[in-house]
């Protein structure tokens, strides 16, 4: 047989349950063609009642910075970027409406450009959470490591 939870019903709550969030971003073009950004968001519920399940499942704060210049020379260009959420807890019929914590994490993503003119084309290479920390973005999901990729680009072959 199967334990545990095999169905659910969702149902709106009967009272008024109020979301709430900010943004703010900023990006500054510096001298020589760097740009340094970021970005800030706050998400969160109020007046939730005791007994309903609101299945919000968003971190209450995320953050970005990224520094980079498209073109550092006529052929190389980078960007790095830092990612940071903070943890919350995960609720769903997935996971028998426990709730089940997702910690905070943080990330480091670069990616450097180089434009292969001969060939019309262009050269990537870079990865996503570069320092493979391994993370996990819902309850019962995957843990998540880096990703790394090299791409050429042949965005001028028909000009």
Not at 31 to 60: C, H, Q
Not at 83 to 95: A, C, K, P, V
Request: no cysteine; net charge neutral.
């Amino acid at each position: 047989g199967i334990d545990g939870n095999t169905s659910s019903v969702y149902t709106n709550s009967p009272e008024t349950v109020t979301a709430q969030g900010v943004t703010v971003g900023l990006t500054y073009n510096l001298p020589k063609g760097y740009m340094i950004g970021a970005n800030y968001n706050w998400n969160s519920l109020v007046d939730v009642p005791a007994a309903f399940i609101a299945e919000f499942n968003t971190p209450e704060h995320k953050m970005n910075f990224t520094f980079g210049n498209r073109k550092l020379t006529d052929k190389f260009g980078f960007n790095i970027a830092w990612r940071w959420q903070s943890g919350f807890d995960w609720q769903s019929s997935f996971t028998n409406y426990t709730l089940y914590p997702v910690p905070a994490y943080s990330t480091v993503d670069a990616q450097v450009t180089y434009k292969l003119p001969d060939l019309k084309s262009t050269l990537k290479v870079g990865g996503s959470n570069l320092l493979n920390n391994y993370y996990i973005q819902s309850g019962g999901g995957p843990n998540i490591g880096g990703l790394y990729y090299v791409s050429v680009i042949f965005d001028q072959l028909f000009r």
